[in-house]
């Protein structure tokens, strides 16, 4: 039986984020479903028209995801018992928009939604395109970690490594996103629409980190 050693070797990569991704949520409450469906969609008309106007495609503005639900209240009745009370049907569109990382963008596209009149939630990540680059990246520094170790320990030992024998990864491939974070209070909303600006932000590198075994055969 041949003699091995077995390592496991992590590779990592630091990556410059190029690409800006907002989440927005607008939506509408209404008992008469027609009306809360419309005014949601009326919400959204003039996200897409703000964005647009501000130099965005038509089609940047995507709808990842609408749903309805219904709402209801508690009510106090003069006996002081409560009771639920139908609210209405919650009509809520969740949209998603993404652009380059250059400078400006960011500014301008908080601008638009904010003088929309839609008062959306906003949530504002950094990542990149290329993901599988990032990824091959630190692979290959795995790669490279577990070799150099392996390389290390056997000459240290009087030998030295020869035929691979087997490598063992686990695809996890994690989210890539800055761990910078961009928050904006519900009050500030009036002050983006006054044309206030947003500030340049050079975000936190994102980094991957990859583990990959490697066993080699001893000589």
Known sequence: MPRTITIKGT????IKPDLI???LSVGSTDKNY???SDAASERVTALKAALTGAGFSEDALRTSDFGVDTRYESIRDKD???RQEFAGYNCVYRLTISFASEPGNLSR????ISSSGAEPEISVSFTIKDTTSAYAEALTNAAMNARAKAETLASASGASIGTLISIDYSDRR?????PTNFRMADEAMPLMAAKCTVPDITPENINVTDTVTFTWEII
């Open 11 to 14: 590779g990592r990569a630091d």
């Open 21 to 23: 991704i907002i989440r």
């Open 34 to 36: 027609e009306k809360a």
């Open 80 to 82: 002081g018992n409560y």
């Open 109 to 112: 596209a908080i601008s638009a």
């Open 174 to 178: 994690p989210d890539l996103v800055s």
